[in-house]
């Protein structure tokens, strides 16, 4: 019965940082093979993958905003976090948090139910 729900602020102001924290319940963020990731659906377009943090820890993010993206975990709270920084109205979109299971085809196994984080000044 894993569930994973995204908490943080729906408003942003351009320029600062977007922090989300999603939980996960029911099973452990360092079970070994799972994984966790972010990713994101703006208004109207498609799903774009973020990043991703290991049952180990290692990070992996997208090239396109690996610049701008920092995520991390809290294992006594069995949380991990997202931090863009720099953000401008288009990254206004829903961010969704997902448990990702590796092996020859990955795929994303279960999805929080998204959270809307508007950038606006």
């Known amino acids: 019965q894993v569930q994973l729900q995204e908490s943080g602020p729906g408003l942003v102001k351009p320029s600062q940082t977007l922090s989300l924290t999603c939980t996960v319940s029911?099973?452990?963020?360092?079970?070994?093979?799972?994984?966790w990731s972010w990713i994101r659906q703006p208004p109207g377009k498609g799903l774009e993958w973020l990043g991703v943090?290991?049952?180990?820890?290692?990070?992996y993010y997208s090239p396109s905003l690996k610049s701008r993206t920092s995520i991390s975990r809290d294992t006594s709270k069995n949380q991990f976090s997202l931090q863009l920084t720099s953000v401008t109205p288009e990254d206004t979109a829903v961010y969704y948090c997902?448990?990702?299971?590796?092996?020859?085809?990955?795929?994303?196994?279960?999805w929080g139910q998204g959270t809307l984080v508007t950038v606006s000044s």
């Open positions: 029911g099973g452990s963020i360092t079970t070994s093979y799972w994984a």
């Open positions: 997902a448990s990702v299971i590796d092996g020859l085809v990955p795929y994303f196994e279960l």
């Open positions: 943090i290991a049952y180990d820890g290692h990070t």
